[in-house]
């Protein structure tokens, strides 16, 4: 091996072969390690370019939908609320109650009636009772944003045989009773329900017509002009003080407006008369 | 709204009750088993105020109890979607406010009280205008529209709206001190 070697290498004494063997060895570890560390720094360079690229591209794109996102996202409200002219012009915050009232909307054609009104000779003239309801009807300027109003039409869920009582005629037959009760109380097993209580004092609230029986003869007239019995109790209870005020709150009325404006207007100055002589 | 009502019920009564004060008997029990109750047809009942009729006892096999079939006349509350209502404020949160008209509770949430109300918190927590002029607290008296009704073994929930026109507060508390 030594001879071939010497033959090959006939220059070179064996001793300095083996170390020309090794150097070219490391020589040549050198050079690759160089070859392939001279691309490392421009594959890095490169690399962080393209991460920078990125960030600036990312940031970029951020910045844009920052800008289009607010107007994007409410775009779908405002579209919602293209339905309601003034509630389109409200502020942020009053959009999620818009929406609300979008969704569960479906009495629409209540609203531009309630709106042709405007309730403003009522809550401006008076400082009553319906003064300061409709006050703070009105407050909420925006009436146009109303809640639902479900017809009232209690004659298809009661039974037949139910006669309809004002308030004034229930605390009458209930003060009746409770003044038995006081007889009647010495049995310790009959005890008085906390709902006969609750609905005696709601009953008597605010004063009722101290004569139900004149009450009645003034309101029944309007029955053979289509209010029902439901809807006349329900003008006695509210106390109500002008016709418009009974066609907002009793809007199945709004039918017979017509006729029933002027029979209404009669009825409800005799049940001032009544309650002021109280 | 209150209604006078008759209405129809088998009273069972124990052979002990029998004699010449039975019917006296059956219309305590009457009035035990049905005042304060509370049915999803007939709302409440406030309070029994008659008797129509008694019909014949039937025994019931193998015991000694006998029915009797009574109508009574009674006087119930019940509320209606779309009625209005005038009720006093118990609670107010920030959630809404909740308030009772006679025996029955309504919830007014705030999405149905007027947009420039705005909840105030504090020792009284309340609703109130940006001017200040109108404020629901505890106590408050508020005319409301019964828009939702959910019928309870023991008792009618119903949700309400004040964001109508002529509804919202008619007495406040706060005012008169």
């Known amino acids: 091996m030594h001879r071939r070697l010497g033959k090959k290498l006939p220059i070179n004494p064996p001793g300095l072969c083996q170390i020309s063997i090794i150097l070219h060895f490391f020589w040549e570890i050198k050079v690759t390690a160089v070859v392939l560390l001279l691309p490392l720094p ?16 990312i940031r970029c794109s951020q910045k844009e939908m920052a800008e289009k996102g607010g107007k994007g996202f409410s775009l779908p409200k405002g579209s919602l609320k293209g339905k309601d002219d003034n509630s389109a012009k409200s502020k942020q915050g009053r959009k999620v109650q818009i929406d609300f009232e979008d969704v569960s909307d479906p009495l629409e054609p209540n609203s531009p009636k309630t709106n042709g009104k405007v309730n ?5 003239g008076d400082s009553g009772k319906g003064g300061k309801a409709s006050k703070a009807a009105s ?4 009436s146009v944003t109303k809640a639902p ?39 310790p097993s009959i005890k008085i329900p906390i709902s006969f209580d609750s609905g005696l004092t709601y009953a008597k609230r605010g004063g009722t017509f101290s004569n139900p029986q004149s009450v009645r003869k003034i309101l029944e007239p309007l029955i053979k002009y289509g209010v029902s019995e439901g809807e006349m109790c329900m ?5 109500v003080e002008s016709d418009d005020e009974v066609f907002a709150l009793v809007p199945s009325l709004k039918s017979e407006e017509g006729k029933l404006r002027d029979p209404l207007k009669t009825a409800l100055n005799e049940l001032a008369k009544i309650q002021s002589s109280v | 709204m209150f209604f006078h009502i008759v209405l129809e019920r088998n009273m069972q009564l124990h052979p002990r009750h029998f004699g010449r004060d039975l019917r006296d008997k059956l219309v305590s029990k009457l009035m035990k088993d049905v005042e304060g109750t509370c049915s999803g047809r007939h709302g409440f009942v406030v309070a029994i105020t008659g008797i129509e009729s008694v019909g014949k006892g039937l025994i019931r096999d193998g015991t000694g109890f006998v029915t009797f079939p009574v109508k009574y006349l009674c006087v119930v509350f019940r509320p209606f ?3 209005i209502l005038e009720a006093v404020v118990t609670m107010v949160n920030k959630m809404g406010f909740f308030a009772e008209a006679g025996p029955v509770q309504i919830f007014v949430s705030n999405h149905l009280i007027p947009d420039d109300m705005e909840f105030q918190s ?9 001017d200040g002029s109108v404020k629901i607290q505890k106590d408050s008296e508020v005319r409301l529209k019964i828009i939702g009704t959910r019928v309870d073994a023991t008792e009618i929930f119903c949700i309400g709206t004040i964001k109508d026109d002529f509804l919202g507060v008619i007495s406040d508390p706060g005012s008169t001190s």
């Open chain 1, 235 to 239: 003008v006695a209870n509210l106390k």
């Open chain 2, 122 to 130: 504090g020792d009284v927590p309340n609703y109130t205008t940006s």
């Open chain 1, 120 to 124: 403003t000779p009522i809550s401006k």
């Open chain 1, 42 to 57: 421009l594959l890095l360079k490169e690399l962080c370019a393209s991460v920078l690229a990125s960030i600036v591209l």
């Open chain 1, 139 to 142: 407050g909420g300027k925006n």
């Open chain 2, 81 to 83: 979607k779309g009625e």
């Open chain 1, 149 to 187: 109003s479900p017809e009232f039409k209690i004659e298809e869920e009661l039974p037949k045989n139910v006669k309809c009582l004002m308030d004034c005629e229930a605390a009458e037959i209930l003060q009746g009773i409770q003044d038995r009760m006081v007889v009647i109380s010495a049995d």
